[in-house]
Protein backbone atom coordinates (compact mmCIF):
# COMPACT_ATOMS: atom_id res chain seq x y z
CA UNK A 1 0.00 0.00 0.00
CA UNK A 2 1.26 3.52 -1.10
CA UNK A 3 0.55 5.10 2.10
CA UNK A 4 2.53 2.56 3.95
CA UNK A 5 5.34 2.90 1.81
CA UNK A 6 5.51 6.70 2.20
CA UNK A 7 5.02 7.18 5.51
CA UNK A 8 8.07 4.82 6.14
CA UNK A 9 10.36 6.07 4.14
CA UNK A 10 9.20 10.00 5.82
CA UNK A 11 10.37 8.34 8.91
CA UNK A 12 12.83 5.55 8.30
CA UNK A 13 15.64 7.45 9.85
CA UNK A 14 13.85 8.32 12.99
CA UNK A 15 12.63 4.45 13.19
CA UNK A 16 16.83 3.33 12.50
CA UNK A 17 17.62 6.30 16.00
CA UNK A 18 15.21 4.38 17.51
CA UNK A 19 16.36 1.51 17.13
CA UNK A 20 19.93 2.51 17.94
CA UNK A 21 19.03 3.76 21.28
CA UNK A 22 17.52 0.36 22.24
CA UNK A 23 20.64 -1.18 21.31
CA UNK A 24 22.53 0.88 23.89
CA UNK A 25 20.83 -0.62 26.73
CA UNK A 26 22.95 -3.54 28.07
CA UNK A 27 19.57 -5.82 28.96
CA UNK A 28 21.80 -8.87 29.77
CA UNK A 29 19.02 -10.73 31.67
CA UNK A 30 22.00 -13.63 32.58
CA UNK A 31 24.30 -11.73 34.37
CA UNK A 32 22.00 -10.50 37.84
CA UNK A 33 24.61 -6.67 37.66
CA UNK A 34 22.25 -5.89 34.97
CA UNK A 35 19.02 -5.78 36.75
CA UNK A 36 18.63 -2.44 36.46
CA UNK A 37 19.28 -2.03 32.54
CA UNK A 38 16.72 -4.57 32.29
CA UNK A 39 14.16 -2.53 34.57
CA UNK A 40 15.77 0.41 31.65
CA UNK A 41 14.85 -1.52 28.80
CA UNK A 42 11.59 -2.58 29.69
CA UNK A 43 10.43 0.58 30.49
CA UNK A 44 11.78 2.07 26.78
CA UNK A 45 9.72 -0.75 24.99
CA UNK A 46 6.51 0.45 27.26
CA UNK A 47 7.50 3.75 25.74
CA UNK A 48 7.96 2.87 22.24
CA UNK A 49 4.59 0.93 22.35
CA UNK A 50 2.52 3.84 23.76
CA UNK A 51 3.96 6.17 21.39
CA UNK A 52 3.05 3.15 18.57
CA UNK A 53 -0.29 3.89 19.05
CA UNK A 54 -0.97 0.73 21.69
CA UNK A 55 -3.97 2.31 23.97
CA UNK A 56 -2.91 0.34 27.30
CA UNK A 57 0.89 -0.82 28.18
CA UNK A 58 1.69 -2.26 31.21
CA UNK A 59 5.09 -3.90 32.97
CA UNK A 60 4.26 -6.89 34.88
CA UNK A 61 6.43 -8.01 37.18
CA UNK A 62 7.76 -11.55 37.78
CA UNK A 63 10.09 -13.65 39.94
CA UNK A 64 12.64 -12.40 37.28
CA UNK A 65 12.63 -10.01 34.86
CA UNK A 66 9.45 -8.05 33.73
CA UNK A 67 7.05 -8.84 30.81
CA UNK A 68 5.75 -5.90 28.42
CA UNK A 69 2.16 -6.08 27.40
CA UNK A 70 1.28 -3.97 25.18
CA UNK A 71 -2.43 -3.78 22.94
CA UNK A 72 -4.61 -1.80 20.55
CA UNK A 73 -7.80 -3.37 19.97
CA UNK A 74 -9.86 -1.79 17.63
CA UNK A 75 -13.16 -3.92 17.75
CA UNK A 76 -13.02 -7.28 19.78
CA UNK A 77 -15.33 -9.02 17.08
CA UNK A 78 -12.13 -8.81 14.59
CA UNK A 79 -9.06 -10.65 14.53
CA UNK A 80 -6.02 -10.44 17.02
CA UNK A 81 -2.78 -10.85 16.55
CA UNK A 82 -0.36 -11.52 19.10
CA UNK A 83 3.57 -10.62 18.77
CA UNK A 84 5.51 -11.88 20.74
CA UNK A 85 9.34 -11.19 21.32
CA UNK A 86 12.38 -10.28 23.57
CA UNK A 87 14.13 -7.73 24.66
CA UNK A 88 16.80 -9.60 27.00
CA UNK A 89 20.33 -10.27 25.08
CA UNK A 90 23.31 -12.39 24.91
CA UNK A 91 26.10 -11.90 27.39
CA UNK A 92 28.70 -10.26 24.86
CA UNK A 93 32.07 -12.05 25.60
CA UNK A 94 33.98 -12.39 24.30
CA UNK A 95 34.85 -8.89 24.39
CA UNK A 96 38.01 -8.32 22.73
CA UNK A 97 36.65 -10.06 19.19
CA UNK A 98 34.14 -7.18 19.03
CA UNK A 99 35.29 -4.58 16.30
CA UNK A 100 33.22 -1.92 18.17
CA UNK A 101 31.63 -1.60 21.80
CA UNK A 102 28.59 -4.22 21.67
CA UNK A 103 26.15 -1.58 22.95
CA UNK A 104 27.69 1.07 21.05
CA UNK A 105 25.56 0.51 17.53
CA UNK A 106 27.60 1.53 14.56
CA UNK A 107 26.60 0.75 10.79
CA UNK A 108 29.25 -0.33 8.72
CA UNK A 109 28.29 -1.21 4.93
CA UNK A 110 24.42 -1.49 5.93
CA UNK A 111 24.63 -3.52 8.78
CA UNK A 112 23.97 -2.26 12.40
CA UNK A 113 26.22 -4.17 14.91
CA UNK A 114 25.22 -4.33 18.43
CA UNK A 115 24.16 -7.08 21.00
CA UNK A 116 20.62 -8.01 19.99
CA UNK A 117 20.64 -5.69 17.05
CA UNK A 118 19.24 -9.28 15.41
CA UNK A 119 18.42 -10.95 18.30
CA UNK A 120 16.03 -9.89 18.93
CA UNK A 121 15.61 -5.92 19.65
CA UNK A 122 15.89 -5.22 16.00
CA UNK A 123 13.38 -7.81 14.84
CA UNK A 124 10.66 -7.08 17.17
CA UNK A 125 10.84 -3.50 16.99
CA UNK A 126 9.68 -4.01 13.34
CA UNK A 127 6.34 -4.77 15.12
CA UNK A 128 6.31 -1.68 16.66
CA UNK A 129 6.62 0.41 13.79
CA UNK A 130 4.62 -1.58 11.51
CA UNK A 131 1.83 -0.90 14.44
CA UNK A 132 2.83 3.02 14.39
CA UNK A 133 2.52 3.05 10.40
CA UNK A 134 -1.02 1.19 10.55
CA UNK A 135 -2.20 3.73 12.99
CA UNK A 136 -1.15 6.74 11.55
CA UNK A 137 -2.68 6.12 8.45
CA UNK A 138 -5.84 4.52 9.95
CA UNK A 139 -5.19 1.12 7.86
CA UNK A 140 -5.41 -1.10 11.22
CA UNK A 141 -8.28 -3.50 10.28
CA UNK A 142 -7.43 -6.10 13.30
CA UNK A 143 -6.61 -6.16 17.17
CA UNK A 144 -3.00 -6.14 17.96
CA UNK A 145 -1.42 -7.58 21.16
CA UNK A 146 2.29 -7.49 22.49
CA UNK A 147 4.14 -9.97 25.07
CA UNK A 148 8.09 -8.35 24.85
CA UNK A 149 9.88 -10.19 27.63
CA UNK A 150 12.98 -9.78 29.22
CA UNK A 151 14.58 -13.76 29.72
CA UNK A 152 14.22 -15.70 26.17
CA UNK A 153 17.64 -15.88 26.95
CA UNK A 154 18.09 -17.05 29.73
CA UNK A 155 14.81 -20.30 28.95
CA UNK A 156 12.30 -17.52 29.72
CA UNK A 157 11.79 -19.67 33.51
CA UNK A 158 8.77 -17.25 34.22
CA UNK A 159 6.83 -16.94 31.15
CA UNK A 160 5.02 -20.08 32.00
CA UNK A 161 3.24 -18.89 34.81
CA UNK A 162 2.49 -15.62 33.22
CA UNK A 163 0.77 -17.23 30.14
CA UNK A 164 -1.45 -19.75 32.21
CA UNK A 165 -2.25 -17.01 34.55
CA UNK A 166 -3.17 -14.41 31.68
CA UNK A 167 -4.83 -16.16 29.53
CA UNK A 168 -7.57 -14.15 28.83
CA UNK A 169 -5.72 -11.39 28.74
CA UNK A 170 -3.15 -12.90 25.54
CA UNK A 171 -6.33 -14.30 24.01
CA UNK A 172 -5.76 -14.09 19.91
CA UNK A 173 -6.21 -15.55 16.58
CA UNK A 174 -2.38 -16.25 15.98
CA UNK A 175 1.11 -15.17 17.45
CA UNK A 176 3.53 -13.61 15.14
CA UNK A 177 6.97 -14.20 16.21
CA UNK A 178 10.06 -12.55 14.38
CA UNK A 179 13.11 -13.99 16.44
CA UNK A 180 14.06 -16.12 13.03
CA UNK A 181 16.03 -15.89 10.09
CA UNK A 182 15.27 -16.12 6.09
CA UNK A 183 17.76 -17.57 3.62
CA UNK A 184 18.14 -13.98 2.13
CA UNK A 185 15.72 -10.60 0.87
CA UNK A 186 16.64 -12.27 -2.60
CA UNK A 187 15.82 -15.50 -1.54
CA UNK A 188 12.93 -15.87 0.78
CA UNK A 189 11.86 -18.21 3.38
CA UNK A 190 9.65 -18.74 6.06
CA UNK A 191 10.86 -21.44 9.26
CA UNK A 192 7.86 -23.74 9.70
CA UNK A 193 9.52 -24.86 12.75
CA UNK A 194 12.28 -24.77 15.29
CA UNK A 195 14.21 -27.23 17.36
CA UNK A 196 13.57 -27.89 21.01
CA UNK A 197 16.51 -27.05 23.77
CA UNK A 198 17.87 -29.36 26.47
CA UNK A 199 21.21 -27.45 28.44
CA UNK A 200 22.55 -29.18 30.83
CA UNK A 201 25.88 -28.46 33.28
CA UNK A 202 28.04 -31.33 34.29
CA UNK A 203 30.42 -31.40 37.02
CA UNK A 204 33.44 -34.16 37.63
CA UNK A 205 35.27 -34.20 40.55
CA UNK A 206 38.38 -36.39 41.44
CA UNK A 207 40.67 -35.76 43.85
CA UNK A 208 38.98 -33.97 47.36
CA UNK A 209 41.75 -31.02 46.22
CA UNK A 210 44.40 -29.53 43.65
CA UNK A 211 47.40 -31.34 43.53
CA UNK A 212 50.38 -30.71 42.74
CA UNK A 213 50.69 -32.73 39.05
CA UNK A 214 54.72 -33.70 39.48
CA UNK A 215 53.75 -35.67 42.80
CA UNK A 216 50.59 -37.46 41.99
CA UNK A 217 50.36 -36.78 37.64
CA UNK A 218 50.34 -40.57 36.75
CA UNK A 219 48.41 -41.92 39.75
CA UNK A 220 45.57 -40.10 40.24
CA UNK A 221 42.65 -39.33 37.45
CA UNK A 222 42.87 -36.07 35.86
CA UNK A 223 39.18 -35.30 36.04
CA UNK A 224 39.71 -33.08 32.77
CA UNK A 225 40.94 -35.67 30.66
CA UNK A 226 38.20 -37.98 32.08
CA UNK A 227 35.73 -35.46 31.39
CA UNK A 228 37.13 -34.82 28.02
CA UNK A 229 37.18 -38.56 27.48
CA UNK A 230 33.34 -38.82 28.14
CA UNK A 231 32.47 -36.08 25.70
CA UNK A 232 34.62 -37.42 23.20
CA UNK A 233 32.69 -40.90 23.63
CA UNK A 234 28.92 -38.88 22.78
CA UNK A 235 29.44 -38.92 18.85
CA UNK A 236 30.47 -42.51 17.25
CA UNK A 237 32.58 -42.56 13.42
CA UNK A 238 29.81 -41.09 11.79
CA UNK A 239 28.72 -38.30 14.09
CA UNK A 240 25.60 -40.62 15.45
CA UNK A 241 25.09 -39.31 18.78
CA UNK A 242 25.79 -42.59 20.84
CA UNK A 243 23.32 -42.00 24.05
CA UNK A 244 20.90 -44.77 24.02
CA UNK A 245 17.33 -43.84 23.28
CA UNK A 246 18.59 -40.54 22.16
CA UNK A 247 16.68 -41.16 18.57
CA UNK A 248 13.57 -43.09 20.05
CA UNK A 249 11.44 -40.33 19.67
CA UNK A 250 12.64 -38.08 16.52
CA UNK A 251 9.84 -37.50 13.73
CA UNK A 252 11.29 -38.57 10.45
CA UNK A 253 10.91 -36.04 8.23
CA UNK A 254 9.04 -37.07 5.14
CA UNK A 255 11.09 -37.36 1.26
CA UNK A 256 8.80 -35.19 0.45
CA UNK A 257 9.95 -32.23 3.00
CA UNK A 258 13.22 -33.23 2.30
CA UNK A 259 13.22 -32.60 -1.32
CA UNK A 260 11.33 -29.38 -0.64
CA UNK A 261 14.32 -28.39 1.57
CA UNK A 262 16.84 -29.37 -1.00
CA UNK A 263 15.24 -26.71 -3.21
CA UNK A 264 16.54 -24.01 -1.01
CA UNK A 265 20.14 -22.53 -2.66
CA UNK A 266 23.18 -23.37 -0.52
CA UNK A 267 26.75 -22.71 -1.53
CA UNK A 268 28.81 -25.35 0.43
CA UNK A 269 32.47 -23.32 -0.52
CA UNK A 270 30.82 -19.98 0.37
CA UNK A 271 29.60 -21.55 3.66
CA UNK A 272 33.13 -23.09 4.68
CA UNK A 273 34.60 -19.43 3.52
CA UNK A 274 32.49 -17.54 5.40
CA UNK A 275 33.01 -19.69 8.77
CA UNK A 276 36.56 -19.79 7.58
CA UNK A 277 36.71 -23.90 7.91
CA UNK A 278 38.47 -26.19 5.48
CA UNK A 279 35.34 -28.71 6.01
CA UNK A 280 32.44 -29.38 7.21
CA UNK A 281 31.05 -31.35 10.15
CA UNK A 282 28.00 -33.54 10.52
CA UNK A 283 25.77 -37.08 10.72
CA UNK A 284 26.22 -38.93 8.21
CA UNK A 285 23.49 -39.63 5.27
CA UNK A 286 22.67 -35.92 5.84
CA UNK A 287 22.95 -32.98 4.25
CA UNK A 288 24.43 -29.63 5.93
CA UNK A 289 20.63 -28.23 5.92
CA UNK A 290 19.26 -31.32 7.20
CA UNK A 291 21.63 -31.32 10.36
CA UNK A 292 20.72 -27.86 11.27
CA UNK A 293 16.93 -28.33 10.81
CA UNK A 294 15.75 -31.79 10.81
CA UNK A 295 18.01 -34.30 13.06
CA UNK A 296 18.75 -33.78 16.29
CA UNK A 297 22.36 -32.61 17.50
CA UNK A 298 24.67 -32.45 20.74
CA UNK A 299 26.95 -30.03 21.34
CA UNK A 300 29.36 -28.76 24.10
CA UNK A 301 28.99 -25.01 24.63
CA UNK A 302 31.72 -24.67 26.92
CA UNK A 303 34.64 -26.88 29.17
CA UNK A 304 36.79 -25.69 31.70
CA UNK A 305 39.03 -26.69 34.77
CA UNK A 306 41.87 -26.88 36.61
CA UNK A 307 44.53 -23.27 35.85
CA UNK A 308 43.59 -21.40 33.10
CA UNK A 309 45.39 -17.50 34.21
CA UNK A 310 48.50 -16.72 33.09
CA UNK A 311 51.77 -18.12 32.85
CA UNK A 312 51.70 -21.95 33.95
CA UNK A 313 51.15 -23.42 36.83
CA UNK A 314 51.68 -27.61 37.54
CA UNK A 315 48.31 -28.54 38.80
CA UNK A 316 46.64 -31.77 38.56
CA UNK A 317 42.54 -30.47 39.21
CA UNK A 318 40.03 -31.58 41.54
CA UNK A 319 37.16 -30.58 39.01
CA UNK A 320 36.36 -29.87 35.79
CA UNK A 321 33.80 -28.43 34.03
CA UNK A 322 31.18 -28.90 30.95
CA UNK A 323 28.00 -27.45 29.19
CA UNK A 324 26.32 -29.52 27.24
CA UNK A 325 23.28 -28.61 24.60
CA UNK A 326 21.12 -30.99 22.58
CA UNK A 327 18.73 -29.41 20.02
CA UNK A 328 16.01 -31.39 19.55
CA UNK A 329 13.23 -32.21 16.89
CA UNK A 330 9.27 -32.48 16.68
CA UNK A 331 8.53 -35.82 19.31
CA UNK A 332 11.58 -35.46 21.61
CA UNK A 333 10.49 -34.56 24.42
CA UNK A 334 13.25 -32.30 26.41
CA UNK A 335 13.16 -33.48 29.99
CA UNK A 336 12.98 -37.28 28.64
CA UNK A 337 16.44 -36.08 26.66
CA UNK A 338 18.30 -34.09 29.77
CA UNK A 339 17.50 -37.54 31.80
CA UNK A 340 18.92 -39.82 29.21
CA UNK A 341 21.92 -37.54 29.02
CA UNK A 342 22.36 -37.24 32.93
CA UNK A 343 22.31 -40.46 33.10
CA UNK A 344 24.50 -41.48 30.59
CA UNK A 345 27.10 -39.21 31.85
CA UNK A 346 27.10 -40.73 35.04
CA UNK A 347 26.76 -44.34 33.96
CA UNK A 348 29.94 -43.80 31.63
CA UNK A 349 31.96 -42.11 34.15
CA UNK A 350 35.01 -44.12 36.09
CA UNK A 351 35.10 -45.34 39.27
CA UNK A 352 38.22 -42.48 39.59
CA UNK A 353 35.47 -39.49 39.59
CA UNK A 354 32.30 -38.43 40.40
CA UNK A 355 29.58 -36.89 38.38
CA UNK A 356 27.16 -34.22 39.07
CA UNK A 357 24.98 -32.59 36.18
CA UNK A 358 22.19 -30.25 36.85
CA UNK A 359 19.54 -28.46 34.30
CA UNK A 360 20.06 -25.48 32.88
CA UNK A 361 16.90 -24.56 30.90
CA UNK A 362 15.39 -26.43 27.94
CA UNK A 363 12.07 -26.65 25.65
CA UNK A 364 10.08 -28.37 22.97
CA UNK A 365 10.47 -28.54 19.15
CA UNK A 366 7.69 -26.78 17.55
CA UNK A 367 6.00 -26.71 13.74
CA UNK A 368 3.74 -24.65 12.21
CA UNK A 369 1.39 -26.03 9.69
CA UNK A 370 1.77 -24.63 6.16
CA UNK A 371 -1.83 -24.84 5.36
CA UNK A 372 -2.69 -23.23 8.36
CA UNK A 373 -4.13 -19.24 7.71
CA UNK A 374 -1.32 -17.82 9.42
CA UNK A 375 1.23 -19.37 7.40
CA UNK A 376 -0.48 -18.15 4.04
CA UNK A 377 -0.58 -14.83 5.06
CA UNK A 378 2.53 -14.75 6.11
CA UNK A 379 4.08 -16.03 2.93
CA UNK A 380 1.33 -14.17 1.00
CA UNK A 381 2.95 -10.71 2.87
CA UNK A 382 6.68 -11.38 1.81
CA UNK A 383 5.41 -12.29 -1.43
CA UNK A 384 3.57 -8.76 -1.84
CA UNK A 385 6.88 -7.12 -0.19
CA UNK A 386 10.05 -9.50 -1.83
CA UNK A 387 8.32 -10.32 -5.17
CA UNK A 388 8.53 -14.10 -4.13
CA UNK A 389 6.78 -16.98 -2.35
CA UNK A 390 9.26 -17.73 0.17
CA UNK A 391 10.61 -21.42 0.52
CA UNK A 392 9.54 -23.09 3.63
CA UNK A 393 12.32 -24.11 6.48
CA UNK A 394 13.45 -25.43 9.79
CA UNK A 395 15.46 -23.39 11.87
CA UNK A 396 18.08 -24.53 13.77
CA UNK A 397 17.53 -22.67 17.09
CA UNK A 398 15.06 -22.64 20.13
CA UNK A 399 12.50 -20.77 21.33
CA UNK A 400 11.63 -22.66 24.08
CA UNK A 401 8.13 -20.98 25.15
CA UNK A 402 6.54 -21.90 21.42
CA UNK A 403 5.53 -25.29 22.77
CA UNK A 404 3.72 -23.78 25.61
CA UNK A 405 1.98 -20.83 24.07
CA UNK A 406 0.03 -23.17 21.67
CA UNK A 407 -0.81 -25.50 24.90
CA UNK A 408 -2.31 -22.55 27.10
CA UNK A 409 -3.35 -20.40 24.28
CA UNK A 410 -4.83 -22.86 22.14
CA UNK A 411 -3.24 -20.85 18.95
CA UNK A 412 -0.84 -21.81 16.28
CA UNK A 413 2.39 -19.54 15.93
CA UNK A 414 3.47 -18.29 13.03
CA UNK A 415 7.98 -17.50 12.56
CA UNK A 416 8.25 -14.18 10.44
CA UNK A 417 11.94 -13.53 10.39
CA UNK A 418 14.34 -10.97 8.17
CA UNK A 419 17.72 -11.97 9.96
CA UNK A 420 20.62 -13.94 8.55
CA UNK A 421 22.16 -16.80 9.75
CA UNK A 422 25.60 -15.14 8.87
CA UNK A 423 23.61 -12.41 11.31
CA UNK A 424 26.17 -13.63 14.33
CA UNK A 425 23.54 -14.40 16.52
CA UNK A 426 25.18 -15.04 20.43
CA UNK A 427 28.74 -13.74 18.86
CA UNK A 428 30.68 -11.20 18.61
CA UNK A 429 30.00 -8.56 16.22
CA UNK A 430 25.82 -9.50 15.73
CA UNK A 431 24.67 -7.79 12.93
CA UNK A 432 21.09 -7.35 11.73
CA UNK A 433 21.47 -5.35 7.74
CA UNK A 434 19.32 -2.13 7.56
CA UNK A 435 17.85 -2.80 4.43
CA UNK A 436 16.09 -6.40 6.03
CA UNK A 437 14.94 -4.08 9.38
CA UNK A 438 13.40 -1.47 6.92
CA UNK A 439 11.87 -4.35 4.71
CA UNK A 440 10.03 -6.46 7.57
CA UNK A 441 8.91 -3.14 9.05
CA UNK A 442 7.12 -2.76 5.12
CA UNK A 443 6.06 -6.58 5.32
CA UNK A 444 3.91 -6.95 8.37
CA UNK A 445 1.55 -4.57 7.69
CA UNK A 446 0.70 -6.93 4.93
CA UNK A 447 0.41 -10.01 7.08
CA UNK A 448 -2.16 -8.16 9.28
CA UNK A 449 -4.17 -7.35 6.07
CA UNK A 450 -3.98 -10.82 4.90
CA UNK A 451 -4.48 -12.46 8.01
CA UNK A 452 -7.86 -10.13 8.43
CA UNK A 453 -8.85 -10.90 5.34
CA UNK A 454 -8.54 -14.74 5.38
CA UNK A 455 -9.73 -15.07 8.64
Request: proline letters at 5%; one cysteine or more; hydrophobic letters at 35%.
Amino acid sequence: MQAWKDYQEKNKDRFLEELLELLRIPSISAKSEHKADMLKCAEAVKDRLLKAGADKVEIFETEGHPVVYGEKIIDSAKPTVLVYGHYDVQPAEPLDLWKSGPFEPVIIDGKIFARGSCDDKGQFYMHVKALEILTQTGTLNNNVKFIIEGEEEVGSPNLAKFVSTHKELLKSDVILISDTALISLDTPSLDIGVRGLSYIEVEVTGPNRDLHSGVYGGAVANPITILAKMIASLHDENNHITIPGFYDDVAVATDEERKLMAQAPFDEEEYKKDLGVKELWGEKGFSTNERTGIRPTLELNGIWGGYTGEGAKTVLPSKAFAKISARLVPDQGSDKITSLLISHLEKIAPPNVTVKASLHHGGEAYMTPIDSIGYKAASKAMEATLGKAPIPVRGGGSIPICALFEKELGVKIVFLGFGLDSDNLHSPNEKFNVENFYKGIETIPYFHQYFTEMS
